[in-house]
T-cell receptor
């Protein structure tokens, strides 16, 4: 049974810092891995989708990597801004779609 | 391109009452999901439709929850009777593809339910 974890549960950084969010999964049999952000009281906004055959995807200041053999994905945020403050969730997809619990990010001005 | 639409955004009811949520997915999307998200947790799948057929409803409390997807387009999720522990945000999502690899998921804004 797939389990997805995200550590740390919460992270606070000063503005301008580069940071890495982690997502770990127990079963490497996945079709894809997707990263989302969720603002308080809002739905989930898709950030990046990595197919199982890909190693990374980039969008603006965001870069997501995927290492299926080690069961890990990282989301790299460059030059963080206060507007990046949100909860970041990852999800894997195979026979079921499984979400991690999320990392709550605060970027301090 | 219009996103996933959900209504109502907020609902407050007494326990044992009933409530219904509506979702209209992105046009042309084959797969539709309903998730329950309790504060501080990741979303939990309640039911997954592909076109108008149910793919997975293993975590749907069928004694009180029901869902349908009419003509393979929009969907309603009903709770009857509601319990205190049903207080949560109900998220609808859709994806373009059917089949085992449904691709990228897109979410609506969610419907927040408070049961008193």
């Amino acid at each position: 049974k797939q389990e997805v974890t995200q550590i740390p549960a919460a992270l606070s950084v000063p503005e301008g810092e580069n940071l890495v969010l982690n997502c770990s999964f127990t079963d490497s049999a996945i079709y894809n891995l997707q990263w989302f952000r969720q603002d308080p009281g809002k739905g989930l906004t898709s950030l990046l989708l990595i197919q199982s055959s890909q190693r990374e995807q980039t969008s603006g200041r965001l870069n997501a990597s995927l290492d299926k053999s080690s069961g890990r994905s990282t989301l790299y945020i460059a030059a963080s801004q206060p507007g990046d403050s949100a909860t970041y969730l990852c999800k894997t997809s195979y026979d079921k779609v499984i979400f991690g619990p999320g990392t709550s990010l605060s970027v301090i001005p | 391109e219009a996103g996933v639409a959900q209504s109502p955004r907020y609902k407050i009811i007494e326990k044992r009452q009933s409530v219904a949520f509506w979702c209209n997915p992105i046009s042309g999307h084959a797969t539709l999901y309903w998730y329950q998200q309790i504060l501080g947790q990741g979303p939990k799948l309640l039911i997954q439709f592909q076109n108008n057929g149910v793919v997975d409803d293993s975590q749907l409390p069928k004694d009180r929850f029901s869902a349908e997807r009419l003509k393979g387009v929009d969907s309603t999720l009903k709770i009857q009777p509601a319990k205190l522990e049903d207080s949560a945000v109900y998220l609808c999502a859709s994806s373009l593809f059917a089949g085992p690899n449904t691709g990228e998921l897109f979410f609506g804004e969610g419907s927040r339910l408070t049961v008193l």
